[in-house]
């Protein structure tokens, strides 16, 4: 044995107060796990020798019951969102249930598509693929016309794994005639080495929701009645999901914008704050004070 090692007890670590006087706390919303900075910093970064030039996002988030498709660009004050769509706008078109699965967002992604270009005027320039049928789709720029609207997805903390909804949307941007830097490798119906168009337009209208109910009403009838009770109470059958998604696209496409509704003053409107009072009531109040302070 080495007579000169000394055998080191335990030693617990102490942060000391030159620890915690350095410590710096993250922001907010990396504390709260809803933004992941790395990824948003590369996003929004904008090279020195473009002059404040934006930066455009098509940022898609999921809920338990809804989708959001945002076009947005960033400022030093903050986010600013140029336009946006909503899987609850889509009872509007014709969608009355299944506003979350696949082929719903993939009618977000090109609400949103055919809203941005209508407000900027090249709806008309730029119309995208008008039958969607799962085939590869790159926009293209038109003779003296304006370049097609340039923006990246922008996914979240959303996995972004081979045929996840977040490519759905991307996919309806894309056909809606957005010009979105992307790879099909991530698309559904992409088995690694080659893509399967087919499964794409089966996906985008309804397809493979259509093939699940068949089969759970003649093995389940029971559970069918239950699982599809919304699509049941809306008159959809199998067999009509293809038709009825084709519509949805025209309607969309037909009329984007959302409507404004006026803004009415509420009848019973509340005021928070003291109401200030004038010079004159003022003088009549000091006067009122002294005479209580006089009796």
């Known amino acids: 044995k080495n007579r000169g090692a000394v055998a080191m007890g335990y030693v617990k670590v102490v942060k000391s107060s030159a620890y915690f006087s350095r410590f710096q706390v993250k922001y907010k919303r990396r504390r709260a796990g809803k933004t992941d900075y790395r990824a948003r910093l590369r996003l929004v970064r904008q090279d020195k020798n473009k002059y404040n030039t934006h930066k455009y996002r098509l940022v898609v988030r999921f809920s338990k019951r809804d989708v959001t498709c945002q076009i947005v660009y960033s400022t030093i004050a903050g986010d600013v969102v140029m336009a946006s769509a909503y899987a609850h ?14 082929a719903a967002t993939y009618c977000v992604g090109l609400l949103v598509a055919r809203r941005i270009l209508t407000k900027l005027g090249l709806a008309d320039t ?8 799962g085939e590869s789709y790159m926009v293209e720029p038109e003779d003296d016309a304006p370049r097609p609207f340039y923006c990246l997805l922008d996914t979240g903390l959303k996995r972004t794994s081979t045929g996840s909804k977040v490519f759905a949307a991307l996919k309806g941007a894309l056909d809606g005639g957005l010009d979105i830097p992307h790879n099909e490798k991530r698309f559904v119906g992409h088995d690694g080495k080659k893509m ?19 089969t759970m009403e003649e093995e389940e009838p ?15 059958e199998v067999g009509e999901m293809e038709d009825m998604y084709k519509e949805v696209h025209e309607k969309i496409r037909a009329n984007p914008m959302a409507e404004k509704k006026p803004r009415t003053k509420p009848a019973d409107a509340k005021n928070w704050l003291p109401t ?10 000091l006067k009122a004070k002294l005479a209580t302070l006089m009796e």
């Open 222 to 236: 029971e559970k069918y009645q239950a699982h599809f009770s919304k699509y049941i109470e809306a008159g959809v």
């Open 276 to 285: 200030k009072i004038s010079y004159e009531e003022r003088k009549e109040r």
């Open 126 to 133: 730029y119309t995208g693929v008008e039958e969607a049928d």
């Open 89 to 102: 706008e889509l009872p509007k078109y014709g969608l009355q249930c299944g506003l979350t699965n696949y």
């Open 196 to 214: 399967d168009h087919e499964t794409m337009g089966k996906y985008i209208l309804g397809g493979h929701v259509e093939e699940y109910m068949e």
